[in-house]
């Protein structure tokens, strides 16, 4: 199979294919795994590549669909996990090096579980950022990941393999976690649809209230069909919520007449977006607009700092799980996240109990800022880029251009990405929000400003 020829398919075209005959699920993963030979070399985007488990993963599939008996819409489809996912017998780092000794894992992560019920034929791990604490591409653990667009630019993080990945044709979807950002950024970087979904809705593991389990695809009827799979209940998570029954990938057409559309360019603290993110965000609204729906510009809805707080409870995070490596080791995680974390441990316990207040407080001042909308565009990040070897947009607050998708994870309301242009052939997207547990309706206008936006040529040849 010729790879430019898969890159173009849906999930559903494809395994319509499977059902026909036309495609085979190991005619497909062989293709997959073949240009992983070819790109992977200079995106550095997967580190753990299971060539002969996917491929009896495949096999089975091609039976099952020769049967007429295929475990579900998604049985077949290549697709990959970030390396902060569990899976059975697969190796776990989270990004760091001093992880490099841990054993395989044990149990598979909810978000592993439900794709292996599924049939999907899960081929490889992405790379990731130390501990998840960069929304950049660059691990202590496996080097630096770029971006196919442009090999000297950035891919985001911290599902940064994910991000890079998917746009070079390695696979068709890929499961990443966000705790700030993590599926959002690389997908604004790398030219992806992304869900940061209502907090609950896909079970994960450690349970947690701030980080989600999110589907990264090239496209909105992907992680739609993805969401179909991952939104199944699982008991290990105590915060997942009772199984929705939609069927998110058949409902995707809606008439946006008369929604009320917020368009946000202004958090009301740096960094301020640059023109060009505001110039693609504005041109997304105008499709909306022109299609009936009620666009209106939000005012900034903070008057101080509402990322500071965040980025001071992800240093403890961050601090202590550097202290959880042997002594010895702790020197080897990236510098750039050592120092940035480095304050947690002079925080006192009156700090974080103000931190924790701080965020609550902006939790509900965004939630009631923009409760007059339906949907609210904003940008996905401030910024077009950065280079591939820097750990963010600011070096010594490595999370700062996070400043957009942040206050989502503490508001828990579902967010997606999604692509909409390039500008000096880099991908610019924008972000999508919506009231809690409207996912589908978060997909509907994201699915809107896809096709808006029309056809990719996606970067299959890492271009320099």
Known sequence: MNISELAGLDIRTLTAGYKTGTYSPVEVLAATLAHADRVNPQINALFHVAGDEAMAMAKASEQRWRRGEPFSALDGVPVTIKDSINMVGWPYFHGA????????????????????????????????PDCGLLGAGVSSSHGIVRNPWQLSANTGGSSAGAGASLAAGLGLASVGSDIAGSVRLPAGH????????TQGLIPHLASDTMRSAGPMARSVP?????????????????????????DYAAHLERDVKGLKIGVLLDMGFDPRPVPDVVAVVKAAARHLEDAGAQVSEVLPPFDYDAYDAIDRILQIRGYA????????????????????????????????????????????????????????????????????????ADVDVPLRHANFTALFNQTTQPASAVHQALVDGLPVGVQVSGKRFDDLGVLQISHFLEQARGVVDWPLTPRA
């Open 97 to 128: 090096k001093p992880n490099r000794d841990l054993p395989p894992a044990h149990e598979d992560s909810p978000p592993a579980a439900r794709l292996k019920e599924a049939g999907a034929v899960i081929f490889a791990k992405t790379v990731m």
């Open 190 to 197: 790398c030219g992806l649809a992304a869900l940061k979904p």
């Open 222 to 246: 992907d992680i739609a069909a993805m969401l179909g799979v991952m939104t199944l209940p699982d008991s290990r998570d105590c915060w997942s919520l009772p199984p929705s029954g939609i």
């Open 321 to 392: 799980e550097i202290q959880s490596f042997a002594p010895e080791r702790r020197g080897e995680v990236t510098p750039a996240v050592y120092k940035w974390s480095a304050p947690g441990g002079t925080y006192s316990t009156i700090d974080h109990a103000n931190f924790l207040k701080s965020i609550a407080a902006s939790r509900m001042r965004m939630e009631a800022h923009l409760r007059p909308y339906d949907y609210v565009l904003s940008p996905i990040l401030p910024v077009i880029s950065f280079p591939a070897e820097a750990p963010g």
